[in-house]
């Protein structure tokens, strides 16, 4: 046993009188007055740059001691300031998912008396990436060092990377086959790593021997430490400068000061009411090799979510009505819907850097127990948790976006999240060594529409604000595969008034290898979970790979013929180019291991559209088919527009009369199809009360309806069913792995 440091003693307690404060109070650690702020505005301000301008070079010099293309090329990484107590006080740009997720992770370890056993100490490191202590999936590495001046804890530094390697039952850092903990790989759980400012050479030498690739993850822990370290410096330069005392009372204020300034802003920009939206998430893996027997091979989440917001700006949202958790990689906890929660409004409220822990206060997550969101049982997979976050917080989006529509706000309408596949691979490299990575060019997708303009091409994921897909050669240099191309995906944006962003596709051959295995995650196979606004259409969903086996790429290629880049528009011209075992697979890739000539493609996902696509202007549809972002018979029948000449002689033209009268007609054959709602309804709701639904929308109700009375009891209200009314067991149709 560590005797209790006399330099953190009573660290729970004073935890302990903080949240009993804000519960009392209602106010952070019961700041009632802002009184550094209110005494000198431009000083408060001044140091609170300082702290976040420390936090941002903190994230710089890690970026650059890391080799890990995840960090370095694609920037998943954030570093942050805490509270002697866990609360954050400045974050750097980055992953904005870990504004609370640390948090957290410092709490726990407050709670479990740390300060008793293993004790905290100058020159301590800890680390963690057990998303049920604080994290969002193991890929989520976070460090943390105590900050100390002379015999007292001031503070804490911490940073987190995403690590493309995390040693779990397929390789990659999202395990996507996981069914349980026990196949995620390495866990870090809540451990000290080091000691007097040096990482432990066991806490390496475990690395080592449980990861595919360990040079990332233990580079990666040097540039955290590193980050850390210049943050520390960093406080430890103000506090000379400000004073310890005025220090401690300043860095609290921050927090209060965010908290008001969250609810302030919600106010400002929203309508305070409740709202509503509902999206879905599915999966189709039954009959794919390498998928374990404990959970369903194709099945069907529902993602019903009610959001309040109060008078006072409080936004409140409930995931009452959610699914059970599942054997499956795909649940969370309530540290990574924390996550979900920050990564949203640091880009639709709090975008201008001043984000903390404050936010987090200003707003409420309500996660019933033993649904995906909050599972009871520490031994689930939390991988990929993304899969279902994405969804979940694109509609909590979309809400507030419906917020800022009602208040008068169009150019602040986003339809925005945007859940797109993320490929893992992993085999023999090209160097003869086994690799595993996570191929993070998956952090450039198309964003949604917004209410003023198109949505981004190939520029935004909702968990990464700062989205780059990475160079190609810096790609090539970790995995055994060439680069083909890489290449705008037609039509992949949903259609509207204002398009989503495209997505891109990328097309490989397997380079110098023996055996290559690649798995996707984080796509919802059939499913809409991209959707759009105000009549906007969702972003197409249902992904094909084309891959060609034993192709003849090689030999083409010494025979100067012309190579297949991309699978083409109207034609697919891998087959036109290249002889071999041609095969489509529909949603999560999951096979056979590919060998060197083998040809793959991947495709990510574009966003939804904004408004009705009648509205679209010709010239912008247009445009869109020239540049090669979409398809000239997708403009005819979804916009509406009419052309004259050819895209083959560069005569291609709009026919604005004709245009004109086909959007009239298409007008009135809606008008002529259109059902009266009671009519519409009635005829549903006998389905509903017959269960005339496939195997896996029964289950998806039946399992919903089992774990919430609440959402049991909306469900026959809405459907007017009797009393007591659910699904019996009998009616479901088998659909596990027998």
Known sequence: MTEINSMTAGLRKRLEESEALLAETGCYDGIATLECRDMDPLKFETIHMKLRAGCVSAREIARRISASPGVREVGEMVAAIYTPEGDAVAISNGIMVHVHTMSRFIKWMIKNDYEHDPG??????????????????????????????????????????????????????????????????LFICAEKIGLND????????????????????????????AACF??????????????VDFYKKISKEFIEEGRRTQLARVRQLTVPGTYRSNTFYGHVTKGKP?????????????????????????????????????????????????????????QHMNFEGLVNDGAWLATQLKLPKGTWTNPDSEFCATATSWALLLPAYGAFQRML???????????????????SPMIEMGGISQYGKPFGIAHFECAAAGSGALAIKDGLDTAYVGWNPESDMG????????????????????????????RGGNAFMSTWVINKSPEVRIVTSEHSSRVFDNAGMCGGYPAPTCQKHRVVRNSNIYQRAEQREPLAHSTGLDQNDLEQFYQGNQQIIEGPHITAPMKEGDIFTHSYNGGGGYGDPLERDPVLVLDDIIQGHSSQ????????????????????????????????????????????????????????????????????YRAAMDLSEEFAQEFRAFWQLENGFTYPEKEQEDISNE
């Not at 050479?201 to 430490?225: F, G, S, T």
Request: hydrophobic residues 40%; glycine residues 12%.
């Open 120 to 185: 905290i100490n100058p020159g301590d490191i800890f680390a963690n990436n057990d998303a049920f202590i604080g994290t969002v999936q193991v890929p989520d590495v976070m460090d943390v060092v105590p900050i100390f001046h002379e015999d007292e804890l001031v503070g804490w530094a911490g940073a987190v990377c995403h690590e493309l390697e995390a040693g779990g039952i397929t390789p990659g850092g999202d395990v996507a086959l996981a069914q349980e903990r026990f196949g995620e790989g």
């Open 198 to 225: 040096k990482i432990r050479r066991d806490y390496v030498i475990r690395c080592e021997r449980n990861l595919r690739m360990p040079i990332y993850w233990i580079l990666d822990e040097q540039a955290k430490v």
């Open 230 to 243: 210049s943050m520390r410096d960093r406080v430890l330069e103000l506090i000379e400068e400000v004073g």
């Open 290 to 346: 390498g998928f374990q027997p404990l959970g369903d091979p194709d099945w069907l989440y529902s993602i019903p979510l009610k959001m309040d917001i109060t008078l006072d700006g409080k936004i409140v949202v409930d995931f009452e009505g959610a699914q059970p958790w599942g054997y499956h990689s795909m649940n969370c906890t309530p540290a990574g819907m924390d996550g979900g929660m920050f990564v949203t409004l640091t």
């Open 401 to 419: 976006s419906r917020g800022f529509l009602a208040r008068g706000f169009l150019e602040e309408v986003f339809v925005g999240q945007v859940n």
């Open 471 to 498: 160079n190609i050669e810096i790609w090539e240099l970790d995995m055994p595969m060439v680069y083909l191309g890489r290449s705008i995906l037609p039509n992949s944006g949903g259609a509207g008034k204002y």
């Open 633 to 700: 018979i997708h403009g005819e029948r979804v916009h509406g527009v009419r052309f004259k000449g050819s895209m083959d002689d560069e005569t291609l033209e709009i026919d604005f009369p004709q245009t004109q009268k086909t959007r009239k007609g298409l007008r009135l054959e809606r008008l002529q199809e259109a059902v009266p709602v009671m009519e519409w309804f009635e005829s549903e709701k006998n389905k509903v009360k017959q269960g005339d639904f496939v195997p896996e929308v029964l289950k998806m």
